[in-house]
């Protein structure tokens, strides 16, 4: 989506910050996805199993709440794109 609105700006920190930009394709999903899928699957899964039976019912309340996570971005695309995705990785964290 970003690419598509900024088209003129799309590669300016892989062509401009080669450095920057590889120390953050190593370091975003270790320090960022890593924890925000322990918090938001494992935890939430697990704390949550008395109160909330049901695995619809937890995947749907994950998704949800991974997307509030998501408001300090004030961007309504971010926080619909973090509900679509936490509701396909609580999905597969649920049949899995």
Not at 30 to 36: A, G
Not at 69 to 78: G, L, P, Q, S
């Amino acid at each position: 989506f970003y690419g598509l609105v900024n088209q003129e700006s799309w590669f300016d920190m892989p062509l401009n910050s080669t450095d920057d930009w590889l120390i953050l394709l190593i370091a975003y999903p270790i320090l960022s996805v890593l924890p925000q899928e322990l918090v938001f699957r494992s935890y939430f899964f697990h704390r949550y199993k008395r109160i909330l039976p049901q695995k619809p019912t937890r995947v749907v309340l994950s998704a949800t709440v991974f997307a509030l996570a998501h408001c300090v971005y004030d961007n309504w695309v971010a926080i619909a794109l973090s509900f679509a995705g936490g509701l396909l990785f609580a999905y597969t964290y649920a049949h899995s």
